[in-house]
T-cell receptor, first 105, second 113 residues
Framework: SQQGEEDPQALSIQEGENATMNCSYK?????LQWYRQNSGRGLVHLIL?????REKHSGRLRVTLDTSKKSSSLLITASRAADTASYFC?????FGKGTRLHILP | GAGVSQTPSNKVTEKGKYVELRCDPI?????LYWYRQSLGQGPEFLIY????????DSGLPNDRFFAVRPEGSVSTLKIQRTERGDSAVYLC???????????FGQGTRLTVV
């Protein structure tokens, strides 16, 4: 059974715009990781936020975590064509089917 | 190598056969995870090892699936009496310890015909 989900399921934006995707989960977590996946193969770790953190930045990425609402968001600023991928969140368990992000030239 | 290595990268097998999928984690990583991913779906958690022991095998779908990590490094996922529904990409990940950054291999694409 699904332990959470990302939304939106799909997102298309123009290059240079910001992309925001959300993650909701049902279980308790120690930390939350966001991943990117290209072409249905291995996931690439993007950023880890611990349960006692509320916000974290890494380059063009900004992640927030609200443990009371069991939700997290990933913001990608100044998007690039190379950001086109599927994005997932989770800890040990990967939540949901991911958000498919498409950056339009 | 520096990353997580999975072999084979592709495996085609006949229904009913036995298969083994191998994962070489990053050296020194004590935590190892197996997932499977079907087309259009997120990775489905199967099993998590901490060292040699399976700390959480709650994701294994049935008793045809089994995984081992006898020396706390390489892990093998074993599937008996394969079914067409087992066709998926099987992903392995490792992390230095629990609750730290996880690194994924490129997966093994299993096709049961």
């Amino acid at each position: 059974s699904q332990q959470g989900e990302e939304d939106p399921q799909a997102l298309s934006i123009q290059e240079g715009e910001n992309a925001t995707m959300n993650c909701s989960y049902k279980t308790s977590i120690n930390n939350l990781q966001w991943y990117r996946q290209n072409s249905g193969r291995g996931l690439v770790h993007l950023i880890l936020i611990r349960s006692n953190e509320r916000e974290k930045h890494s380059g063009r990425l900004r992640v927030t975590l609200d443990t009371s609402k069991k939700s997290s968001s990933l913001l990608i600023t100044a998007s690039r064509a190379a950001d086109t991928a599927s994005y997932f969140c989770g800890d040990k368990i990967i939540f949901g089917k991911g958000t498919r992000l498409h950056i339009l030239p | 190598g520096a990353g997580v290595s999975q072999t084979p990268s592709n495996k085609v097998t006949e229904k009913g056969k036995y298969v083994e999928l191998r994962c070489d984690p990053i050296s020194g990583h004590t935590a190892l995870y197996w997932y499977r991913q079907s087309l259009g779906q997120g990775p489905e958690f199967l099993i998590y090892f901490q060292g040699t022991g399976a700390a959480d095998d709650s994701g294994l779908p049935n008793d045809r699936f089994f995984a081992v990590r006898p020396e706390g490094s390489v892990s093998t996922l074993k599937i008996q009496r394969t079914e067409r529904g087992d066709s998926a990409v099987y992903l392995c990940a490792s992390s230095a310890r629990e609750n730290t950054e996880a690194f994924f291999g490129q997966g093994t694409r299993l096709t049961v015909v």
